[in-house]
């Protein structure tokens, strides 16, 4: 294990201040869970569910938030370090933060958040 729950989430929560700023100040609506693995993929590392920000109606009120999972097992099983384990979580919340925004696959590795 290269990091505990706590210690997990605290490096997600260090992702996501390293966002741009316009990009976070464009976020509403959503939350960013830490998760230990995904059930039906575990080698996932993460995920995005919910309406893509650009496919949002001006009046998009009253619905749960969008949600972004971080998987905890997964991102441990291709990292080697803790340094490694912060890098790909910063590339994993900036992708799928990404997908939020309702940026394509190809424009997320042309940002470098592939």
């Not at 009120?61 to 972004?68: H, K, N, Q, S, V």
């Not at 340094?83 to 919340?93: G, H, Y």
Request: with cysteine; hydrophobic share 40%; net charge negative.
């Amino acid at each position: 294990m290269l990091a505990t729950p706590e210690e997990f989430e605290e490096i997600i929560n260090d992702a996501l201040d390293e966002l741009p700023e316009s990009f976070a100040r464009a976020m509403d609506n959503l939350v960013v869970l830490a998760r230990d693995f995904n059930p039906d993929d575990p080698t996932m590392l993460g995920l995005f569910e919910g309406v893509p920000r650009t496919e949002q109606h001006a009046n998009h009120t009253g619905y749960l938030p969008e949600a972004i999972f971080i998987y905890k097992d997964a991102h441990e099983a291709v990292c080697g370090s803790v340094e490694e384990l912060r890098e790909q979580v910063r590339i994993t919340v900036f992708h799928e933060v990404g997908h939020y925004f309702g940026i394509d696959e190809e424009g997320l590795h042309a940002l470098g958040w592939g």
